[in-house]
């Protein structure tokens, strides 16, 4: 059984620009989460998806980011017009379930570099 | 929502000696606390975990200790090995919404051989 897969694994951007990070959850696992992680910082929540649907996206900057979960496919998370403070590593996890004792797995994550 | 914090930052102990974190909680209501093992260019891993209604639980070499009164979380590695050299995390959650992790932000061990 494949453990949670991210695309590509390192994504240079210039400023402006678009950038699409791919998460392919477990076989199984129903619910997406997306996390960042800043330099010397632990992860930070961003958005909890099930397919076809934003579930919470408290933790999502209001402009310029989205997330989705389609029917088929991964799912994506889309920064526009990216700027230098976007660099970081971005970690998807899937679940089988939403409660804490449903284990979250995490994806090796994308590291995203802003020139 | 839940701030945690996790000290020390960094830690170097010698092969066989003990490794301890610690971590505190904001939110009195946090009711699961996880612990992840983050290796060099891969994403955390799930290592121990313990609930509010349990004070201690063992895993082999890990252990993690919870006082709910002081708020805080506390991970032991024993008999420490090279290979436990790695970042580990510790997390919160909340019962509302216990999807959401609220991680510290890390402590970088080095287990010296």
């Known amino acids: 059984n494949a453990g949670v897969m991210q695309n590509p694994r390192h994504l240079v951007r210039r400023r402006g620009q678009e950038a699409r990070l791919r998460c392919s959850p477990m076989?199984?696992?129903?619910?997406v989460y997306w996390y960042r992680q800043l330099p010397e910082e632990g992860l930070k929540f961003m958005v909890y998806l099930q397919k076809e649907n934003i579930i919470d996206e408290s933790g999502m900057p209001k402009e310029r980011f989205s997330a989705e979960f389609p029917k088929e496919g991964p799912s994506i998370l889309r920064i526009q017009q990216v700027v230098r403070g976007d660099s970081a590593a971005y970690f998807c996890?899937?679940?089988?379930?939403?409660?804490?004792?449903?284990?979250?797995?995490f994806g090796p994550g994308t590291r995203l570099t802003v020139l | 929502g839940e701030n945690v914090e996790q000290h020390p930052s960094t830690l170097s102990v010698q092969e066989g000696d003990s490794a301890v974190i610690k971590c505190t909680y904001s939110d009195s209501a946090s009711n699961y606390f996880p612990w992840y093992k983050q290796e060099l260019g891969k994403g955390p891993q799930l290592i121990i975990d313990i609930r509010s209604n349990v004070g201690e639980k063992k895993d082999q070499r890990i252990a993690v200790t919870l006082n709910k009164t002081a708020k805080h979380f506390s991970l032991h590695i024993t008999e420490t090995q090279p290979e436990d050299s790695a970042v580990y995390f510790c997390?919160?959650?909340?019962?509302?919404?216990?999807?959401?992790?609220?991680f510290g932000a890390g402590t970088t061990v080095t287990v010296r051989a």
């Open positions: 996890a899937s679940s089988l379930g939403t409660r804490s004792y449903n284990e979250q797995f």
């Open positions: 997390a919160a959650t909340l019962p509302l919404n216990d999807y959401k992790l609220s």
């Open positions: 076989k199984g696992h129903s619910h």
